[in-house]
C-alpha cells in the first residue's frame, strides 16, 4: 500500500504538463474514473504502475512505462518541495552524500506523519571521490526507476548537482526487490581513509628512542606538572 501523497504528485504534474483532459483519460484507462486522491489515504502499489502504463497508452509520446515512472519520481520530489517538505532533507547535510546516508532516517522522520508507511531501504555500500555505491531494497517491485527519478531530482534541486545511474544489479526477492545503483557525480566532500601503509611509513622514519631516554622524558613531564 502507498500514502496518497505519491499519487497526488503524478495527477499534479501530468495535469501541468498536459492538461485536465488527459489525465481524464488515463483514469479512464486505468478504471479510475473521477477518483480524488486524499493525501492520508492508502492506496494499492499497482496503481502508480498502471497510470505509467496509461501514459503510454493516452499520451502517445513512444515513451515507455519505465520513462514515465522515472518522471512520477521527479515529480514526487517536487512536489514533496512544494508542500514544505524539504526542510527536513536539508537537515540531513550540506552535500549529496550527506543526504543518500540519511535517507533512512529521513523515512523515519515521515512515519510520524504517516505511520503506514512501507519505506525502502538505502545502504551507501562504497563511495570514492566520483560517487558511491547504493543499494536499495524494498517488498516492492516496478519502482527501481521511480528511485532513479527521486535521486536525480533531489540532487538536483537540493545539491544543484547532476547525477548518472547506472543499475549494477537487481535482484528479485520474495517478497520485493533489492536493486544496486553506481551513482556517478562530484563528489568532492568525501575523504579517502588513510592506508595502514602510510602511518607504517611514517613510524618508519622515526629514529629509535630508547626506554631509558622514554622514562627521562615522562618523569619530567610529571615533574614539571607538579610545579604547575
Known sequence: ????????????????????????????????????????????????????????????????????????????VKFFNHCGYDKIVRLQGRHFRDFLYGIDNLHEMMRYSYPRMISPSFLVQSEDRYGCVLSYRSKRTGFKNYVAGQLAQCAKMFYDIDIELEVLLEEILSPGCNVTFRINFDNSAYCAPLHASVFNNFFDDIEFISNELFFKVDIYSRYKSLEN
Open 1 to 76: 500500500m502507498m500514502y496518497g501523497l505519491l499519487l497526488s504528485s503524478v495527477q499534479h504534474y501530468i495535469i501541468e504538463k498536459y492538461g485536465q483532459d488527459f489525465w481524464n483519460q488515463i483514469l479512464e484507462h486505468v478504471q479510475q474514473r473521477n477518483i480524488v486522491f486524499t493525501t492520508h489515504k492508502v492506496y494499492t502499489d499497482d496503481l502508480m504502475k498502471r497510470i505509467a502504463k496509461g501514459c503510454c497508452h493516452v499520451l502517445n509520446e513512444q515513451k515507455h512505462e519505465d520513462d514515465y515512472m522515472l518522471f512520477f519520481g521527479q515529480c514526487f
